[in-house]
Each structure stands twice: as structure tokens, then as C-alpha cells.
């Protein structure tokens, strides 16, 4: 089993910037895709970013490519998304996500570990 720990979110203004972490404790070792997704009230959950364990074939929605930022930190067991230039349409609530990688990563569905998640709200 893992267990997957998000902080960082919070209250931001438009331009600004947010780090997001998640802590990933137990059968870490057995991970390979790591990733963060967000949800809005009555939208589906959608993919923010995806890296792999070794921390390549990172994968980006196109609205944050060239703002947000995903990386991993295997010694520390820990998920980053940093945030930076956010905009309005960037609130929703954030979740990191990881899998052993038998699928591609890019849908909720090859995921079977799930934090508690983290709201993120950006204000214009």
C-alpha cells in the first residue's frame, strides 16, 4: 500500500505563484508514474502533469504548459507541482496520483493511489 500526503494549497492572486508537495509513504518503490490532477464542482477530474519516477516523460495539459512545473524527489519520497504565473481558471481542487505504470499515466483511471487532495484558489 502507499499513502499519498498533498500540502501547499491555499489562496493565491492572479500571477502569482503556489508550490504544491505530496508525501508519498509505504510501497513507495513500487511507483512509477507520479502525478497531480484537479477537479472542478460537476467537471470530470482532469491530468495537470505526469512524470515518471525517474523523473522524465513529464506530460503537461496544454492550458499550464510553460507555467507549472512537475518534478520528483526520490530520495525524499515526495511530488512537486509548482505553480507560477496561476489564473483564475487554475482553481480547483489538486490531487496527486501514483501508479505503478502498467498504463500510460494520462487518465484518472491508471491511478491507483489518491491523496486527500488540496484546494487551490486563485482570485483575479
Known amino acids: 500500500q502507499v499513502q499519498l500526503v498533498e500540502s501547499g494549497g491555499g489562496l493565491v492572486q492572479a500571477g502569482g505563484s503556489l508550490r504544491l508537495s505530496c508525501a508519498a509513504s509505504?510501497?513507495?518503490?513500487?511507483?512509477?508514474?507520479k502525478a497531480w490532477f484537479r477537479q472542478v464542482p460537476g467537471h470530470e477530474r482532469e491530468l495537470v502533469a505526469r512524470?515518471?519516477?525517474?523523473?522524465?516523460?513529464?506530460y503537461y495539459r496544454d492550458s499550464v504548459k510553460g507555467r507549472f512545473t512537475i518534478s520528483t524527489d526520490s530520495a525524499k519520497n515526495e511530488i512537486y507541482l509548482q505553480m507560477n504565473s496561476v489564473k483564475p481558471d487554475d482553481t480547483a481542487f489538486y490531487l496527486c496520483?501514483?501508479?505503478?505504470?502498467?498504463?500510460?499515466?494520462?487518465?484518472?483511471?491508471?491511478?491507483?493511489?489518491w491523496g486527500q487532495g488540496t484546494q487551490v484558489t486563485v482570485s483575479s
Open positions: 496520483a501514483a501508479d505503478g505504470g502498467l498504463h500510460s499515466g494520462l487518465t484518472p483511471g491508471d491511478y491507483l493511489y
Open positions: 512524470i515518471n519516477r525517474n523523473g522524465e516523460d513529464a
Open positions: 509505504g510501497r513507495t518503490q513500487s511507483l512509477y508514474w
